[in-house]
């Protein structure tokens, strides 16, 4: 876009400003390039567009109050003055809330984008990628306003807490800890806010993810309970003033070091498949429905 520098892809081809300069007199926003990260994933560009173009729009002061929000977050997730950090994150971002503005901006998203731009080091790219992310890998729906998704998996947790770790799970009941607390934040961002595992584990746990494009879900679930297996003993020693910090942050001097390998072995051990997964969300739903009759 000439005036905001926003990638975006005209239905025409013949303008020169985005939609939101125009005040959305145009349609969907989109990016001109066309590369994309194909090899993790089987989405193909036309694909993401067909689904951009099925969204409602937004009205434009909407679309300018996540643009104020991203700028607030700028900071928070890249630690940094760099001007060059925060430029590239915010224009992936805008890009995204021009792209998708039934979803528009949510916390939690620029540390996923954030993360991918350091590992791809194409702005373009990146931004294909986190999109790759929102509609194939299902990302999308832990950001939608009810967020129905995230309560199921949320609750999914809890029930395999409870089948596989259960002296855990009795005592985060005692102190009347809700799964939501402490898990809400890894389901949204995949470990990318850096806070309950480090870099290095975050990455090992990111590739795992990225190649098991046909059950993400099946990965994130595991990799949880193994977090959660792993932080146990510190847990189950810990009052309520403790709990949800070691939960959030796993600080090694409580729970001990361990790299990513450890705990991806731990994860693999937990007998979790998507039908399992499937099971516990028809009771969730089932569960809903009966208390809403």
């Known amino acids: 876009c000439e005036r905001c520098h926003l990638w975006y892809w005209s239905i025409s081809g013949t303008t020169t400003t985005c939609r939101a300069c125009r005040k959305l007199e145009n349609k969907i926003v989109l990016s001109h390039s066309r590369h994309m990260w194909l090899s993790i994933q089987e989405a193909t560009y036309e694909e993401l567009v067909g689904a951009a173009e099925t969204y409602a729009t937004r009205e434009h002061g909407e679309l300018l109050g996540d643009l104020r929000v991203i700028e607030n977050d700028l900071f928070r997730t890249t630690h940094s003055t760099n001007e060059d950090d925060q430029r590239a994150l915010r224009r992936v971002l805008q ?91 890894w389901i949204q961002t995949v470990f990318s806010d850096m806070r309950t595992l480090e870099k290095p584990v975050v990455e090992k746990v990111w590739d795992t993810f990225l190649l098991s494009a046909h059950s993400p879900a099946v990965v994130v679930m595991q990799i949880m309970l193994s977090i959660l297996q792993l932080a146990s003993p510190a847990l189950l020693a810990a009052d309520i003033d403790d709990i949800l910090v070691i939960l959030q942050t796993l600080p090694r001097e409580r729970v001990g070091e361990f790299t990513a390998e450890e705990l991806l072995a731990r994860a693999w051990q937990f007998p979790i498949t998507k039908d399992t997964l499937a099971d516990i969300e028809a009771h969730y739903l089932r569960n809903k429905k009966r208390r809403n009759s």
Do not use: N
């Open 95 to 185: 890009a995204y809330v021009l792209f998708c503005p039934q979803v528009g901006y949510c916390q939690g998203m620029s540390y996923l984008a954030h993360l991918i731009i350091g590992r791809i080091q194409d702005e373009a790219t990146s931004f294909w990628m986190f999109v790759t992310l929102m509609e194939r890998y299902g990302l999308k729906s832990f950001y939608l306003p009810d967020l129905r998704r995230l309560k199921v998996v949320c609750y999914q947790l809890d029930v395999l807490t409870k089948r596989h770790l259960p002296e855990l799970h009795s005592h985060l009941q005692d102190l009347m800890v809700p799964t939501h607390s402490y898990a809400a934040t």
